[in-house]
Each structure stands twice: as C-alpha cells, then as structure tokens.
C-alpha cells in the first residue's frame, strides 16, 4: 500500500501552481484561505473575514498545527483525528478540486496546506500562484462580511491515507544518517542570510546556522518580484541544482518551522523532479538539539 502511494505522488500532475486566470475557471473548485503572519498571528483570521474568494474557508496555520513542545520546532503537524475533523466540519473531500491561497503567493502557508492535503491522498491541490491579492487586482469577486455555514462530510468519511508519515522524516532519523555518512541531500528553504548566519541568529531565528551538508534553495527563489513562478527554465535550474544527483523522493527539505519547506517542495514537484519529505521540525527544533 506504501508502495503505491509514494507511485502516486510521483504520477500526479506536475503542476502545483495555477495562474489566476486558470484558478478562475476551475469550475467547482474549493478555495482554502491560509493568510498568516509570522509577526501578527491573528492577521490572517481577520484578513478572511474583511474579504475572501468568495466561498473559501479559512485554514487557521496555528489551529492545525501541533502541540509546541521543549523539544518540538515551531509547527509541529496536528494530530491526524484533529484535522480529520476540520475536513469533515468544511467538507473537503478527496473528489474535490482544492486550491490553497495566502496574500501575495504560494510562498508561504499555502504551500502547507497543499502538502498536508496532497500527502493523505487528495489528487487535485493546488496553489494559487500569486494569492489573494493577485485574485483581486484580476478583477475577481470578492466575498465580503459575515462567513456563511459550510456543509460538512458524514461521519463515515476517510481519507486515501491517514497520516504524513510517508513523507516526513524526524530529526533522529536524520542525525543517525549523519552519524553514519549515510548519502542524503538535505535542503534549506530559509532565506541565504538565515543559512549563512554564524554568529548571530537572522529572526525569528534563535540560533545562527545550518543543519550539517545542507545546501541553500530558498522558497522566495521560485519567485518573481511580481509574487509569480519563476520561469520553467529557471525553477528547473534551481531545483535541479539543490537536488544534485539525488532524487527528490531522497531528499529532505527544512525551513525554519515546516512551513516555507513546503513551499520549496512544491516548487520541486511543479518543476517534475517529485515530492522531496519535510523535516517538520526544521531549525527550529533542530538549534534546540545544538
């Protein structure tokens, strides 16, 4: 069953992010709002609620996410039953269309709630390549004021799988490969002076550094000043270049918190190379462990 599952990851399609415009006729489809600030936790919440593509529900990043622990990093995944229930409560079902969205791009919480969704099996996530405000200054409805009830699943709905196991990998599992020169490729979707700190930690840091051989692809490198893709050519580039001669399904990328990571995951699947597994923890749990 294993073995079919990670087949269908590396068989699904390529194409991880939409334009507006094809965001726009995807007719049926179910658009989940992921807005989030690092710096202002309660932004997102009231960004969905002010204004929203019409129909949307909302995907609260620190609701859905673990329990933080001494030793756990920032956003640790939800228990399985816990987001099960969001599911359920909304209705988002594996036969559905889905596509995710934050303010600028799919460079930040998006791209989570794509991974989560696309790693229990749902085979038709995407992201909104330039987020909400891409959406509007398109021309796009807007839904404003008061969130309307959503219908929910049964109490008999399942999902293709039950937990992300597949792809993740856990801090232990990584130091023993270290330990024992175990050939990995390990990528760090920070920004460069994040990876490159040595002395004194970039925020929301709290320790300078990198996880040992790791190599630097940071997630707003897929990215335009524009918040779109950059083009094929050069995110293939990129990709391939962080991937060396490894494959993506070898591969492991971290970020701060588990977040951005998946952001850089995306962009490696959008670009054809497959699904790299995320560290969940990333620097945040790993500098606790210095």
């Not at 692809?217 to 950059?230: G, R």
């Amino acid at each position: 069953l294993k073995l079919q599952f990670l087949y269908f990851i590396d068989e699904m399609s390529k194409r991880v992010f939409l334009s507006v415009a094809e965001a726009a006729r995807s007719e049926g489809a179910r658009f989940v709002d992921v807005r989030w600030s690092l710096t202002d936790l309660s932004l997102g919440k009231k960004q969905y609620e002010t204004s929203r593509i019409p129909g949307a529900v909302f995907f609260d990043l620190e609701e859905l996410s673990g329990k933080i622990t001494e030793e756990s990093g920032r956003h640790p995944l939800p228990e399985f039953k816990v987001f099960k229930a969001w599911l359920v409560r909304h209705g988002l079902g594996p036969d559905q269309k889905i596509i995710t969205y934050d303010g600028v791009s799919g460079g930040s919480a998006a791209a989570r709630a794509w991974w989560m969704l696309t790693t229990l099996g749902y085979p038709d996530v995407s992201i909104l390549e330039t987020g909400f405000k891409g959406w509007t200054e398109a021309g796009h409805k807007q839904e404003e004021g008061a969130v309307s009830a959503k219908m929910g699943l049964t109490d008999n709905f399942a999902t293709p799988q039950e937990s992300w196991d597949a792809y993740t990998v856990d801090i232990a599992s990584i130091k023993k490969n270290l330990a024992e020169n175990v050939p990995m490729k390990i990528i760090d979707a920070r920004s460069a002076a994040r990876y490159e700190s040595t002395t004194e930690p970039s925020f929301p840091d709290k320790q300078p550094g990198h996880i040992p051989t790791a190599v630097n692809h940071p997630f707003m490198a897929n990215f335009t000043d524009t918040a779109n893709l950059v083009p094929e050519e050069i995110l293939s580039g990129l990709c391939k270049k962080s991937l060396g001669d490894t494959s993506a399904n070898d591969s492991i990328v971290y970020c701060g918190s588990g977040v951005t990571a998946c952001t850089t995951a995306a962009a490696i699947q959008h670009a054809g190379f497959g699904l790299p597994k995320i560290y969940v923890g990333s620097w945040s749990e790993w500098s606790k462990h210095l």
